[in-house]
C-alpha cells in the first residue's frame, strides 16, 4: 500500500507530495496534470522491473516517440537535469522470490528514495542515445512509534495496522548510497544488520535501480519492497482484451487492461465455490442487466470463455457482449478476487456509464479497497485504489476525507516560475492537517456545478460550510 508519494522533476511535478488512503479519488478538469500522478506511480513500478530507458518507453508521451527520456523530465533536454522521487508503502510480511522461496522481510512500513539524471546522448542526436544515470538509491526504514502519525486516516489499529506493521530492524538502511573518491556507490545492507557482506555497485554506469535486480530471498525485505512496487498498476480495460477467450494453461490472474477473465473468474469458483459466481453476478447486476455468469470450458480446444446472460436471454459468450457489460463484469471479478492486490490506478471510472448508476459504480470501485477497520485477508484482500475523475457527478457520489482536488500552481525554479501541479483536500478531513492548503465548499462550488445548471451537493461533514 503507498501511503505517500513525493515527486520532483518529472514531467510537471515540481516539489509534488500527496497522502494515500486506501481509496483516493482526484477530481479536476482535463489536462491540468492529472494523469501525471499515474504516470510517476507506474514509472517507479517498471523500474522496480525493468531498465530505465524499457521504463521510459512503457510511459507515451503525446507528441513525442517511445523512450524519449528528456520529455520526462521538467527542465525537458538540459544536460544534467534531474529527477527525484519519495515513497513511503507498506509490504507483504511473506513474499516469494523468484525461485519459490518464501522470504520474510524484517519490516514492512518503509520508504524509498530515487534520484535520475538526464544524460544526452553523445552524438547529440538525442533518442534513442540518452540514457538515465542513476545518483541516488536508498530504501529505509520507519518505526512503528512513526507509524501512527504515517498513517492518520481512519482504520482499526488492533485489526489493521498491528496486522500489517512489523519492524524488527535496527541501524541502518537496507539500500543507501555513498561517494568513494568520487565515484557514487550503490549498498545493499543485509537484513541482519552487521552481519553479513554489503553488497557495492558503482551507481554512474547503471542500466537499472538496484532493487530491480533483486530476485533471491537473500534479501527479503528489499525483496518485498520490489514486490510491493510491482503490484502498482494503471488499469486500463480493452475491449479486445476482455473478449478474448483464455488458453487452460495461460495465467489465472487479470491483467490490467482485462486479459485472462475466463482464467480468474475459474480459479475464483474453484476455491470460493459457488458462491463466488453469484458474487460476481450480484456486482455486475448492480451495474448492468447481467443475470448469470459463468466460464464455458472446452475440452477439445482446452480453451475457457467467459458467458454472462442479460436479462432473460440466453448466454452469451463474452465476444457478443458489450463493452460496458465487459468493463462492469471485470472491475465485479476483480472486487471478488482475493489474490487481486496491490495498487489500482484507474483513469475516469464513470466513463460510459449512465448518470442514475454513477453512485452504485462508486460504491463498487470504492469496494475494491481494503477495508482498514477490518483484518486483512480473503474476504478483505490487501488492496489500495486511486481513481481520476473530471465528472462532478462522480465527485458527487464520493466521501468527502477521500477527495482530492487538482488545481495548477506556480513554482520558483532555476530562477523563473515554472507552473506545477497541486492535489487539495478539503478541509477539516485526515489529510488537511498535512497540508498547507486546504478547500472549502465554497472553493469547490464551481466545479460541483454541472453541464444542466443543477447544483450538486457534497456531504462534508466535517467540512467548513
Known amino acids: 500500500m503507498l501511503t505517500h508519494l513525493e515527486v520532483d522533476g518529472f514531467k510537471n511535478l515540481l516539489d509534488f507530495s500527496v497522502d494515500f488512503g486506501p481509496f483516493t479519488c482526484i477530481a479536476g478538469p482535463n489536462a491540468i496534470g492529472k494523469s501525471n500522478v499515474f504516470d510517476a506511480i507506474q514509472f517507479l513500478s517498471s ?32 544536460e544534467g537535469a534531474r529527477m527525484r522521487f519519495g515513497a513511503e508503502f507498506i509490504v507483504d510480511r511473506h513474499v516469494q522470490d523468484d525461485f519459490g522461496r518464501d522470504a520474510n522481510p524484517t519490516a514492512t512500513f518503509l520508504r524509498y528514495d530515487l534520484e535520475l539524471q538526464y544524460v544526452a546522448a553523445a552524438d547529440g542526436i538525442g533518442v534513442g542515445g540518452d540514457r538515465m544515470r ?54 545493499v545492507h543485509q537484513d541482519g544488520g552487521s552481519r553479513g557482506q554489503t553488497r557495492k ?13 533483486t530476485t533471491t530471498s537473500d534479501d527479503p525485505t528489499v525483496l518485498a519492497a520490489r514486490r510491493e512496487m510491482q ?24 491483467t490490467e487492461n482485462g486479459e485472462h477473465m475466463p482464467a480468474a473468474l475459474r480459479r475464483i469458483a474453484a476455491r470460493r465455490g459457488p458462491d463466488a459466481l453469484a458474487a460476481v453476478t450480484a456486482s455486475a447486476a448492480a451495474l448492468t442487466d447481467v443475470r448469470s455468469v459463468d466460464v464455458d470450458i472446452d475440452p ?40 487481486y492486490t496491490g495498487l489500482i490506478c484507474m483513469e475516469e471510472p464513470e466513463n460510459g ?58 513554482v520558483m525554479r532555476d530562477g523563473r516560475r515554472a507552473a506545477t501541479l497541486r492535489l487539495l483536500p478539503l478541509r477539516g478531513t485526515w489529510r488537511d492537517s498535512k497540508n498547507q492548503a486546504a478547500l472549502t465548499q465554497k472553493d469547490i462550488q464551481v466545479f460541483l456545478e454541472s453541464d444542466e445548471e443543477t447544483q450538486l451537493r457534497l456531504d462534508l461533514g466535517l467540512v467548513e460550510q
Open 47 to 78: 523500474m522496480a522491473d525493468k531498465t530505465f530507458v524499457e521504463a521510459a518507453s512503457e510511459l507515451r508521451t503525446p507528441g513525442t516517440p517511445a523512450a524519449d527520456l528528456a520529455s520526462l523530465f521538467w527542465a525537458g533536454a538540459n
Open 134 to 187: 542513476l545518483i541516488r538509491e536508498e530504501l529505509g526504514y520507519i518505526t512503528l512509534g512513526d507509524a501512527a502519525k504515517k498513517i492518520p486516516w481512519e482504520h482499526s489499529k488492533q485489526a489493521f495496522r498491528d496486522a500489517v506493521l512489523m519492524n524488527r530492524r535496527r541501524g541502518s538502511a537496507y539500500i543507501s548510497t555513498t561517494e568513494d573518491e568520487g565515484v557514487r556507490i550503490i549498498n
Open 201 to 213: 555497485s558503482p551507481a554512474a554506469r547503471a542500466p537499472r535501480t538496484v532493487m530491480s535486480t
Open 231 to 254: 503490484g502498482w498498476r494503471n488499469l486500463a480495460l480493452e475491449p479486445s482484451a476482455l473478449r478474448r477467450p483464455d488458453n487452460v494453461t495461460d495465467p489465472d490472474v487479470m
Open 300 to 339: 477439445q480446444r482446452q480453451t475457457l470463455t467467459l458467458r454472462a446472460s442479460i436479462r432473460s436471454g440466453p448466454d452469451l459468450p463474452a465476444r457478443s457482449l458489450s463493452d460496458g457489460t465487459l468493463r462492469f463484469l471485470a472491475l465485479s471479478i476483480m472486487a471478488n478476487d482475493p489474490d
Open 353 to 410: 456509464i449512465h448518470p442514475a448508476r454513477i453512485e452504485v459504480m462508486a460504491d463498487l470501485v470504492r469496494g475494491i479497497a481494503v477495508d482498514p477497520d477490518e483484518a486483512p485477508g480473503d474476504d478483505n484482500p490487501m488492496r489500495q485504489v486511486v481513481v481520476n475523475t473530471h465528472s462532478p457527478r462522480y465527485v458527487e457520489a464520493q466521501h468527502a476525507a477521500d477527495l482530492l482536488f487538482a488545481e495548477n500552481a506556480t
